[in-house]
């Protein structure tokens, strides 16, 4: 069974930066595809950021330059830097992680990113 736990979020001002961290827990996260999404108030769930296994990345547009992702697998742990922040990138931020061979995915509780102006 997988479980995942978010932290890191905050209040942050404009321009200023926060890191987030997932905690997982099972034994596939080595292999695993890992990403980040959020989901504002009134708005769909959309993707920030992947990396799979072999640390091949993807970004949303909007967060291109400003957001690192990556993974240490030896502590199953996901990270996303979040640096130049902005107003828009307010949201509750939620870890995901999906299993490529059976197309399973978990999700974790979601952690809230304020960003004030």
Same mark, same amino acid.
């Not at 942050?12 to 999404?37: D, K, N, P, R």
């Not at 640390?55 to 400003?66: E, I, P, W």
């Given at each position: 069974?997988?479980?995942?736990? #978010? @932290? ?5 001002? /404009? ?6 961290? $997932?905690? /997982? @827990? ?22 920030? /950021?992947?990396? !799979?296994?072999? %640390? !091949? ?7 291109? %330059? ?21 107003? #828009? ?5 939620? $870890? ?11 999700? %974790? ?9």
């Amino acid at each position: 069974q997988v479980h995942l736990v #978010e @932290s890191g979020g905050g209040l942050a001002q /404009a321009g200023g930066s926060l890191t987030l961290s $997932c905690a /997982a @827990s099972g034994s596939s996260f080595s292999f695993a595809v890992m990403g980040w999404y959020r989901q504002a108030p009134g708005k769909q769930r959309d993707l920030v /950021a992947r990396i !799979g296994g072999s %640390g !091949g990345t993807n970004y949303a547009d909007s967060v291109k %330059g400003r957001f690192t992702i990556s993974r240490d697998n030896a502590k199953k742990t996901l990270y996303l830097q979040m640096n130049s922040l902005k107003p #828009e990138d307010t949201a509750v931020y939620y $870890c995901n992680l999906n299993l490529p061979w059976s197309n399973a995915n978990y999700w %974790g509780q979601g952690t809230q990113v304020t960003v004030s102006s």
